[in-house]
């Protein structure tokens, strides 16, 4: 080779990006291109460990010996001095002397060696996170086939073999409705992914299993979905504690629904949040009237609502936040009042801000209604203790007035021998006597109320009485325009009574009823059997009685009437008695339209007494 020939072939070497060395038998360095010297400094002439690792001993990786010894190797090393990995080609060259040389290519693959060396830790960090994750990781084809899954999906489907579930068809053994697959699919191949998906799978053994199914599609080259990779999460015990949730709200509901009491609730806004049963038949709105629909506010009479809030916040009702057992008026619906006792509180959240109100209502219509009642008896009773005193005055007064009366009766009547008929004085006797006469009718009624005709009671048949009164006594309504109209039960059960103060009664309301009827009218007496009583009443078509007056006629000196007679005793002889027979009389009347009375009296039963005797 001519000079210039070996100077021609150096810069050619030189212009090689790889790095290009020769060594002689001796490990000294014959020849380095510039790439060489670029990494390892000029060393042509040193030992090249000197140059290489920077040592005087042959590197402990050197595998000149083999080619020494005429082979050709190709391999990498890793060279610490310049940290550099080395693509490696050395074959012998054999000199013109006989001797040996070696000759290195070294290509520096420090670089592809790393990127290498990355992907091979992201490929790690990939299948240990597909191993390990806690859902079921999977990858699939299109045709519906597992290409790969981890043992997550294997545990929570219950296959123990993987293999075995490699070529389970996806549709039909993996899904519980293989519609859903489809459905799965349709999504995918539209939008690359599907996030959040309940679907039911089937275990091995057939059971459901609820997941949610993460996944995302996967693509060729030319941008064709291959298949799908991704995620199911086990669902199972969120389906659990839903259940669980749903269960005890359930519960709950039932316990504010089965209340008995009015139970309501309110955001802080005031608008209806709950609203139970008892609050539907107490108020009257429907609960899907109000939740969600009405103010709180518009079941309270105006203000009411702001003034609960108010007693709410203060200490003085049952402590902050609290309201116990306030008496408290509803407006109902249909615009009645409901009357009762709230409670109420306010509902804080885990911060301590109010979130809403929630009130019990206790309906106190049925006790109110009951201490009316009581209420009536004893003016009732305090009223008969009164009649009862009134009745021995009237009967001490009557007892003195009677004899004198008598007096002057006899006296005037004696008087009266001793005047001739035609004598003008006769008339003005005939005139007291007449009044002397009505006095002694009046004491003789006071008397009667005051201490009534003991009588035996004995079985009576009622529409006996009333046909006899009715009798005796229709020429007489009929001049008063008045039309009868009896309907008298038949075999109408007897009652046991005193015929005469039946008589008494009867007699006293249908002479009431033709005082009511002035113009006339239809005086209507009908009797029937109820229950354990009989029931006689007796309508008239009158003037009928006042709201006001409705329950003072049976009081003794309640009258209207401005006639002399009519002391207002009547009614109440007729309820003494009634009430002696163990019965009872009841009024029903409206003003200008006539009033019924009923006379209630308990049947008689033949044996009864003596089996409570
Ligand atoms: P009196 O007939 O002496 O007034 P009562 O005790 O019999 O006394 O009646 C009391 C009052 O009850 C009467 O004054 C009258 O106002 C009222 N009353 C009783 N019956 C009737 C009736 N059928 N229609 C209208 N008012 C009646």
Known sequence: ????????????????????????????????????????????????????????????????????????IHWEQHVPGVDKTYDLLELPLRNTDGTISKLSICRDITQRQKR???????????????????????????????????????????????????????AKDLYLRPEDRRKFQEMIEKDGQVIDLEVDFKRKDGTPLPVLHTSHARYDLKGKVLGYEGLNVDQTQRKQMEREVKEAHDFMNNIIQSSPNAIMAADIKGNILLWNRAAEETLGYKSEDTIGRMHITSVYPEGVAKEIMKMMRSHEYGGVGKLRSYPMVYVRRDGGIVEGNLSAAIIYDARGKAVASVGIFIDLEERLEMERKLRQTQEQLLQSEKLAAMGRLTSQIAHELNNPLYGIMNTLELVKTEIPPENKRRKILDMALSETVRLSEMLRKMLS?????????????????????????????????????????????????????????????????????????????????????????????GMGIRKEDLNKIFDSFFTTKDNIKDVGLGLSVCYGFIKDHGGDIKVESEWGSGATFTIILPMFKEGAEEETS
């Open 1 to 72: 080779m001519t000079n210039e020939e070996s100077q021609r072939l150096i810069s050619i070497l030189d212009a090689i990006e790889d790095g290009i060395y020769i060594i002689d038998a001796d490990y000294t360095l014959e020849f380095m291109n510039k790439t060489m010297v670029k990494d390892f400094g000029a060393g042509v002439g040193k030992k090249c460990y000197q140059v290489i690792n920077n040592s005087d001993e042959i590197c402990p990786w050197c595998r000149a010996k083999e080619v020494f010894e005429g082979e050709t």
């Open 116 to 170: 290498e060396e990355k992907i091979r830790a992201s490929e790690e960090d990939y299948r240990r996170l597909f191993d390990h994750v806690g859902s079921g990781a999977y990858i699939s084809s299109k045709k519906g086939k597992f290409l790969n899954v981890n043992q997550a999906l294997l545990n929570m489907l219950g296959y123990k073999n993987k293999e075995e579930f490699l070529k389970i068809d996806i």
């Open 449 to 541: 109320f005051s201490k009534p005709d003991e009588e035996e009671k004995q079985p009576t048949n009622i529409n006996t009485i009333l046909d006899e009164i009715l009798l005796l006594h229709e020429k007489q309504l009929r001049e008063h325009s008045i039309r009868i109209s009896p309907s008298l039960a038949e075999d109408l059960d007897m009652v046991k009574a005193s015929k005469n103060q039946l008589r008494q009664v009867f007699l006293n309301i249908i002479s009431n009823a033709r005082d009511a009827m002035p113009e006339g009218g239809t005086l209507s007496v009908t009797t029937r059997a109820e229950g354990d009583n009989v029931h006689v009443e007796i309508s008239d078509t």
